[in-house]
C-alpha cells in the first residue's frame, strides 16, 4: 500500500508560477510512476503529466513547455513546477502513483493523493 500527501496550490495571477509536491509513504520501493492530474470545473479528470523510473516523462499538450515534472527517489516525492499559468490551468490537482504491480485497466496498484485546489486569475 501507498499513502500520498499533497501540498502546494494556491492562488496566482496569470503568468505566475506555482510548484506542487507529492510525498508517498508506505511501499515506496514498488512505485514505478508518479504524476499529476487535473479536473477542471465541468471537465474530466486529465493527465498533466508523468514520470517513470529511469526518468522518461509525458506532458499534456496544453502545459508543455510550460510545466515540468520531477521525482526525488530518495524522498519519495514528485514534483510540478508550473510556470507561466493560464487561467485554463485551474483545477483540483491530483498526485498518482503506480507501483511496478499495476498494468493497464487495474483498479489496484494504483494511488491517489487527497487533491489542492489551483487557481490561476486573469
Known amino acids: 500500500q501507498v499513502q500520498l500527501v499533497e501540498s502546494g496550490g494556491g492562488l496566482v495571477q496569470a503568468g505566475g508560477s506555482l510548484g506542487l509536491s507529492c510525498a508517498a509513504s508506505?511501499?515506496?520501493?514498488?512505485?514505478?510512476?508518479m504524476g499529476w492530474y487535473r479536473q477542471a470545473p465541468g471537465k474530466q479528470r486529465e493527465l498533466v503529466a508523468v514520470?517513470?523510473?529511469?526518468?522518461?516523462?509525458n506532458y499534456a499538450d496544453s502545459v508543455k513547455g510550460r510545466f515540468t515534472i520531477s521525482r526525488d527517489n530518495a524522498k519519495n516525492t514528485v514534483y510540478l513546477q508550473m510556470n507561466s499559468l493560464k487561467p485554463e490551468d485551474t483545477a483540483i490537482y491530483y498526485c498518482n502513483v503506480a507501483t511496478r504491480y499495476y498494468r493497464w485497466g487495474d483498479q489496484n496498484n494504483n494511488y491517489w493523493g487527497q487533491g489542492t485546489q489551483v487557481t490561476v486569475s486573469s
Open positions: 514520470i517513470y523510473n529511469g526518468g522518461s516523462t
Open positions: 508506505g511501499s515506496t520501493s514498488s512505485i514505478n510512476s
